[in-house]
T-cell receptor, first 114, second 116 residues
């Protein structure tokens, strides 16, 4: 199994600013993902973080709003840009190897935009 | 398109009684199926998975799940519930890896409340 450290664990931000969330995995992983979750609700995939190339975004999410980096096989960042109150949510980092493997998750970043 | 349904928003069960959390899915081919648990203010934790083979799979904390292909179901079960099992449970499905990236689809989640 992999251990994922995500930080910050929570933040309160002013609208119009940006926040960068970091995700560190304790071992090399094939795939890394970023999800958004409203408390008590399901997960929505934002994008797949690709090592050495641009992230693959899901419908409704764009690079200008959610730029993602993945410089190596153990680390990724998600930036929430030009924030509005609608961006208030929990952001989760996830990682897994290829093949029929399960995913592992960070503890999440609870973001509140005021 | 693949989908997962968790028909119950909440399941209440008395401590010591058996519990079942339901999950049905729709996907082409033979799916990979997963159960995750989420405690308050935490990320998701993996419980168990079905890939192939025996339809009954056993996982962490005494949980098990039965894959039923004809009913396209993957219900989570535990013979005797503990108060500490109270949490949010997610079923997830992924098509088999055919060489490329395959997206995981999560259900809407079921809140399990175990009553002392």
């Amino acid at each position: 199994s992999a251990v994922i450290s995500q930080k910050p664990s929570r933040d309160i931000c002013q609208r119009g600013t940006s926040l960068t969330i970091q995700c560190q995995v304790d071992s090399q992983v094939t795939m890394m993902f970023w999800y958004r979750q409203q408390p008590g609700q399901s997960l929505t995939l934002i994008a797949t973080a690709n090592q050495g190339s641009e992230a693959t975004y899901e419908s409704g999410f764009v690079i200008d709003k959610f730029p993602i980096s993945r410089p190596n096989l153990t680390f990724s960042t998600l930036t929430v840009s030009n924030m509005s109150p609608e961006d208030s949510s929990i952001y989760l980092c996830s990682a897994r190897q290829g093949g029929p493997t399960e995913a592992f998750f960070g503890q999440g970043t609870r973001l509140t935009v005021v | 398109a693949q989908s997962v349904a968790q028909p119950e928003d909440q399941v209440n069960v008395a401590e010591g009684n058996p519990l079942t959390v339901k999950c049905t899915y729709s996907v082409s081919g033979n799916p990979y199926l997963f159960w995750y648990v989420q405690y308050p203010n935490r990320g998701l934790q993996f419980l168990l998975k079905y890939i192939t083979g025996d339809n009954l799979v056993k996982g962490s904390y005494g949980f098990e799940a039965e894959f039923n292909k004809s009913q396209t179901s993957f219900h989570l079960k535990k013979p005797s519930a503990l108060v500490s099992d109270s949490a949010l449970y997610f079923c997830a499905v992924r098509p088999p890896n055919s060489g490329g990236y395959q997206k995981v689809t999560f259900g809407t989640g079921t809140k399990l409340q175990v009553i002392p």
